[in-house]
C-alpha cells in the first residue's frame, strides 16, 4: 500500500501562486507514476498534472504555462501553480499509480477569491 499525504493549500488572490506538497509514503518503490486532479463544487475530478519516472509530464490544458510538476529523488511531488484565476478553486488531490492499485491522499482545498 501507498499512503499519500498532501499540503500547500490556502486561499489567494487571482493572480497568486501556491505550491502544493505530496508525501508519499509505504510501498513506493511500486510507483509508476503520479499525479494531481482537482473537484470543484458540483464537478467532476479531473486531472491536472502527470508525472512519470522518466520526467514525462502531461497537462490539462487548462493549466498549461501556469501549473508546474516535479517530483523529487524519493517520490515528494510537487505543484507549482503560478496566476492562479478563480476556476482554479478546487480541492487538489494527489493520487499514485502502481502495480495494479491506484491510491489517492485525502485532498487539499485551495480557493482563490477576490
Known amino acids: 500500500q501507498v499512503q499519500l499525504r498532501e499540503s500547500g493549500g490556502d486561499s489567494v488572490q487571482p493572480g497568486g501562486s501556491l505550491r502544493l506538497s505530496c508525501e508519499p509514503s509505504?510501498?513506493?518503490?511500486?510507483?509508476?507514476?503520479m499525479g494531481w486532479f482537482r473537484q470543484a463544487p458540483g464537478k467532476a475530478r479531473e486531472r491536472v498534472a502527470q508525472?512519470?519516472?522518466?520526467?514525462?509530464r502531461e497537462y490539462a490544458e487548462s493549466v498549461k504555462g501556469r501549473f508546474t510538476i516535479s517530483r523529487e529523488h524519493g517520490n515528494k511531488l510537487y505543484l507549482q501553480m503560478n496566476n492562479l484565476k478563480l476556476e482554479d478553486t478546487a480541492v487538489y488531490y494527489c493520487?499514485?499509480?502502481?502495480?495494479?492499485?491506484?491510491?489517492w491522499g485525502q485532498g487539499t482545498q485551495v480557493t482563490v477569491s477576490s
Open positions: 493520487q499514485t499509480d502502481v502495480l495494479n492499485a491506484t491510491y
Open positions: 509505504g510501498n513506493i518503490f511500486d510507483i509508476i507514476n
Open positions: 508525472i512519470w519516472s522518466r520526467d514525462r
